[in-house]
């Protein structure tokens, strides 16, 4: 069975400084991976998506995750927040077995402060 | 290229009544699927179809029903509308192809729906 966790509910920032956002996920065969970002009262964008190619994805707005199979995680960063990136993160777990079943996570809300 | 389109986007309703979304997915995507969001509860998945069948199913009452059409456009429906009704309904669709794990939901701006 899939499952994601999202280790942060919330994440505060100062402009200019990394971000990371943690994403933890079981999964029972090899797991396609995605996070979105929901500005609000908007629906959710997709930052970026692992298919089992290269492990260190880059997605838009200069954010990337990495893969770790070992670790089971995939965390999100980027190394300069901006304030326009403050909205709430979700990762996704789906499974390669055709399924189509997607598992969000239960967001993490980043702040950014000036 | 046209997004998901959910209309409308804002509604007000009253208990006891029923209320119908539309989705109209990319052009292209064959799989339409639902979520309700919530404060309280988050994103949680409601069904999906594909090809005018419903393939998946969240744990949802009765009340909440769906339907794709032939040209993969979608309905949900909510019938005796009760006040933990009251979220934000989105829709995604997606290419679905058989054999990829990579198909990438997009998703649509939203119908927010509040019930008296």
């Known amino acids: 069975a899939q499952s994601v966790t999202q280790l942060d509910s919330h994440v505060s920032v100062s402009e200019g400084t990394p971000v990371l956002l943690r994403c933890n996920y079981s999964s029972s065969y090899s797991p396609s991976l995605f996070w979105y970002v929901q500005h609000p009262n908007k629906g959710l964008q997709l930052l970026l998506k692992?298919?089992?190619?290269?492990?260190l994805v880059k997605g838009i707005n200069g954010f990337e995750a990495e893969f770790k199979k070992s670790e089971t995680s995939f965390h999100l960063t980027k190394p300069s927040a901006h304030m326009s990136d403050a909205a709430e993160y979700f990762c996704?777990?789906?499974?390669?077995?055709?399924?189509?079943?997607?598992?969000f996570g239960t967001g993490t809300r980043l702040k950014v402060l000036a | 290229k046209a997004g998901v389109t959910q209309t409308p986007r804002y509604l007000i309703k009253t208990r006891g009544q029923q209320v119908t979304l539309s989705c109209s997915p990319i052009?292209?995507?064959?799989?339409v699927s639902w979520y309700q969001q919530t404060p309280g509860q988050g994103l949680q998945f409601l069904f999906e179809y594909f090809s005018e069948t419903q393939r998946n199913k969240g744990n949802f009452p009765g009340r909440f029903s769906g339907r794709q059409f032939s040209n993969s456009r979608s309905e949900m429906n909510v019938s005796t509308l009760e006040l933990g009704d009251s979220a934000l309904y989105l829709c995604a669709s997606s290419r679905a192809m058989v054999g990829s794990g990579a198909n990438v939901l997009t998703f649509g701006a939203g119908s927010r729906l509040t019930v008296l």
């Open positions: 052009s292209g995507h064959r799989s």
């Open positions: 692992y298919t089992s190619a290269a492990t």
């Open positions: 996704v777990v789906s499974e390669t077995s055709g399924t189509y079943k997607y598992i």
